[in-house]
């Protein structure tokens, strides 16, 4: 279950270290064709998002800062568990590790 937020905006959240903030897509509930799909068919979240934000990176054996593998506004693809979820109002966004997201989705 997701926190409450306690801020007004997502902008006000800046991951730390390998953190990457994303919104997870939203499944349609209506097709190209304009039939509407049963709540059990859209309540499985897609495991694709968009990074909104990500962290500076973080340190490797020696120290030396290792930037994260994507940047905000990059389309990715994750695993269908994990992230800690944070709620504001209606929307629902994820923090997950860098190393936690499988691929980035290049179009």
Same mark, same amino acid.
Do not use: C, H
């Given at each position: 279950?997701?926190? /409450?937020?306690? @801020?007004?905006?997502? *902008?006000? +959240? +800046?991951?730390?270290?390998?953190?990457?903030?994303?919104?997870? @897509? *939203?499944? %349609?509930? *209506?097709?190209?064709?304009?039939? #509407?799909?049963?709540?059990?068919?859209?309540? /499985?979240?897609?495991?694709?998002?968009?990074?909104?934000?990500?962290?500076?990176?973080?340190?490797?054996?020696?120290?030396?800062?290792?930037?994260?593998?994507?940047?905000?506004?990059?389309? +990715?693809?994750?695993?269908?568990?994990?992230?800690?979820?944070?709620?504001?109002?209606? %929307? %629902? #966004? #994820?923090? @997950?590790?860098?190393? %936690?997201?499988?691929?980035?989705? /290049?179009?």
């Amino acid at each position: 279950m997701a926190a /409450q937020a306690t @801020f007004k905006s997502i *902008k006000a +959240v +800046v991951p730390l270290l390998d953190r990457v903030l994303v919104r997870r @897509f *939203k499944p %349609e509930t *209506k097709t190209a064709s304009g039939v #509407y799909l049963p709540s059990s068919a859209t309540s /499985q979240p897609l495991p694709e998002a968009t990074v909104i934000a990500t962290g500076p990176g973080a340190p490797d054996r020696t120290g030396k800062i290792v930037p994260t593998n994507v940047k905000a506004g990059d389309r +990715v693809l994750l695993p269908g568990w994990g992230g800690s979820p944070i709620k504001l109002g209606d %929307e %629902e #966004y #994820y923090l @997950f590790r860098d190393s %936690e997201i499988l691929a980035k989705i /290049q179009e």
